[in-house]
């Protein structure tokens, strides 16, 4: 189709859809006025009932937990995709890092970059346990955490190379973690169904309001999540960055 | 009433449908996409927004404050972490396009080669 055709197709659509806005948004709440029922149930009831005062995590993790182990396996789905996508190819071969323009140098890291991406690993690392660790009391949880943990890994190739990098983060490791922490999620679950006869009940004591330990499952769903999420992100970065440096067509070389 | 959230979220779903439709680089096609989705993330946190409420966090707040919803708050941490898994996946199809057809110009990928 041509481009001129292809932009009025878009045109009747964008028309025919933003008919259906109006006529969608014309039923919504007015902005900023009522909150759904279901939500202000949430607010009311979640710190009692689950002694968490981040009530974001407790709808998350608890009252709605088995959308959230859902959301974890399109993560992790989605990862099995990549690396399936850019696994080495019959035609590729791996080969050690170099610059495909032979006369092109590579730049050396800079000082300033190697000696802030260095210093950057223990807080970043630091820094992402804590989100996780406090996901359940204050804004955060394993799905920000575990990114921020994954960055903190990435400085190390920021810093470094990126053949530390896969020595740091070996990608059967990352694998082995992403899987086992995405089933973990799957295991409290089933926990619950043993302990309470229903999915994902909460089987461990609740703990006193704002402590670390508190708020029953949802610190060890928020872990499980965190690992889940930061292996997927290092993988992720790990296959990408693979392609840059150690994949190349064979009648290249 | 305020209609400008709402406003906004239909605007940037259309823009980024426009940048999809347009688009002459996949991977500006994938940004695209991004821009797409984020209206889905406004539109959800404008039907939970209140007026003079915090967020639904109380460690610090009394027990009986007015606070926003926070059903949509944790929709709209799902619709985040789905929309950068689509975001890797269709990069990495981008990568191995660029591989086999040698552009990434959508364009020029008219027919489909086994």
Request: aromatic fraction near 8%; proline fraction near 4%; charged fraction near 15%.
């Amino acid at each position: 189709m041509s481009r001129r055709g292809r932009l009025f197709v878009f045109v009747a659509g964008a028309l025919g859809i933003s008919a259906l806005f109006v006529w969608g948004f014309s039923g919504l709440p007015d902005f900023g006025v009522q909150p759904s029922v279901y939500g202000e149930q949430l607010s009311e009831r979640a710190v009692d009932e689950r002694h968490a005062t981040n009530v974001v995590a407790a709808t998350t993790f608890d009252y709605r937990g088995l959308d959230t182990m859902i959301e974890e396996f399109i993560l992790f789905s989605a990862v099995i995709g990549i690396l399936l996508l850019l696994r080495a190819q019959r035609d590729e071969e791996e080969d050690a890092p170099h610059d495909m323009a032979e006369s092109r140098r590579p730049l050396p890291t800079s000082d300033a970059v190697r000696v802030f991406g260095l210093g950057l690993i223990g807080p970043t690392i630091l820094f992402g346990t804590y989100v996780v660790a406090h996901g359940h009391l204050t804004p955060g949880g394993g799905f920000q955490g575990g990114v921020v943990l994954a960055s903190g890994l990435l400085l190390v190739y920021l810093a470094g190379e990126f053949l530390s990098f896969e020595r740091l983060a070996p990608e059967k490791l990352m694998e082995a973690t992403e899987a086992v922490a995405a089933w973990t999620y799957v295991a409290v679950g089933l926990a619950g169904l043993v302990a309470g006869g229903l999915f994902l009940t909460n089987f461990l004591p609740l703990g006193r309001i704002g402590d670390v330990f508190s708020a029953g499952m949802i610190p060890l769903i928020n872990v499980a999540v965190a690992l889940e999420v930061a292996a997927a992100f290092v993988l992720l970065s790990d296959e990408f960055l693979e392609q840059a440096v150690l994949v190349r067509k064979r009648d290249r070389s | 009433m305020t209609v400008l959230p709402y406003v906004v979220a239909a605007w940037l779903f259309l823009i980024g449908l426009y940048g999809i439709v347009t688009s002459r680089n996949l991977i500006h096609l994938v940004t695209c996409l991004a821009v797409t989705q984020s209206s889905t993330y406004l539109l959800l946190l404008a039907i939970g927004y209140q007026e003079d409420a915090t967020a639904p966090i109380f460690g610090d707040i009394p027990m009986d404050a007015e606070v926003v919803d926070p059903v949509v708050q944790a929709m709209t941490l799902t619709d985040g972490v789905v929309s950068v898994t689509v975001s890797a996946l269709l990069l990495a199809l981008a990568v191995q396009t660029h591989k086999r057809a040698g552009t990434l110009d959508p364009n020029a990928l008219r027919a489909l080669r086994g």
